[in-house]
């Protein structure tokens, strides 16, 4: 997996808020974040990819949609970062 070379913008973290409101009022985000314990079900989950793919018009290929890809901020940003990249 690639490294995010930038912070998480306040979109992303607006985003997973938007998802995971007991997240609300608890910034900066915690990259290491436990976002399962955060209350990441499978619902949130797929709620979570539509809009991420939707605001940064991207699409998540099948091979990331993996337990660790939502594992935690920092783990999403960066597939979510490599998409980003991958589509310009």
């Known amino acids: 997996m690639t490294t995010a070379t930038t912070r998480p913008d306040p979109d992303f973290e607006q985003l997973l808020v938007g998802v995971l409101p ?33 605001t940064y018009e991207v699409e998540f290929p099948e091979e990331t949609l993996t337990a660790a890809t939502f594992a935690t901020p920092a783990a999403l940003w960066n597939v979510l970062s490599a998409q980003r990249a991958a589509a310009r």
């Not at 997240?23 to 900066?28: E, K, W």
């Open 22 to 54: 007991r997240l609300a009022g608890s910034a900066p985000l915690d990259p290491a974040l436990d976002l399962k314990e955060a209350g990441l079900d499978s619902m949130a989950t797929i709620e979570l990819l539509v809009r991420l793919e939707d």
